[in-house]
């Protein structure tokens, strides 16, 4: 998965930020001495404070990421990867997405998130199958035309 590798280059370049780069700001700043009106002491402990949380957030995803089994993703239903082609129902007009994790989703070229309203309605939905689905502008339906799961695309 491309996206692993996005965020574990982040991840890199984070924990070099915060075992190098962070540590000699911080230093330098205390050179400069009174730490109660100190700016540049204050905006770097506040950048450790951001990274080491961002650090956290990049591991704990990582985790799940690493969990997930391509093998264990339906091959005839729609998951993680799909290709659809779907049918707006209200409006006669196919649409096409790709279901992919939440890091990548772009809805405007057709990328939803697996957790995004879209998305979960269309989990483990086979082709010809009607789904209705509440989104923010209200419920829609819609009908699978067509389908290519992860397995179909490698």
């Known amino acids: 998965m491309k996206i692993k590798e996005q965020l574990e280059n982040e991840l890199k370049s984070l924990e070099r930020e915060l075992r190098v780069d962070l540590p000699r700001e911080i230093g330098r700043a205390r050179e400069h001495g009174d730490l109660k009106e100190n700016a540049e002491y204050h905006a770097a402990k506040e950048r450790q404070s951001f990274v080491n949380a961002r650090v956290s957030q990049l591991k704990l995803r990582l985790g799940e990421l690493s969990r997930i089994r391509v093998e264990d993703i339906s091959k005839d239903k729609a998951g993680l990867g799909s290709l659809l082609k ?22 405007k070229i057709g990328k939803i998130s697996i957790t995004s309203p879209l998305g979960k309605g269309f989990m483990g939905r086979g082709v010809g199958e009607e789904v209705s689905i509440q989104v923010p502008s209200g419920m829609r339906s819609y009908e699978i035309v067509s389908l290519k799961t992860i397995h179909e695309r490698e």
Request: aromatic share 4%; net charge negative.
């Open 86 to 107: 779907v049918l707006d129902l209200a409006d006669d007009k196919e649409v096409h997405y790709e279901i992919v994790m939440a890091e990548e989703a772009d809805p």
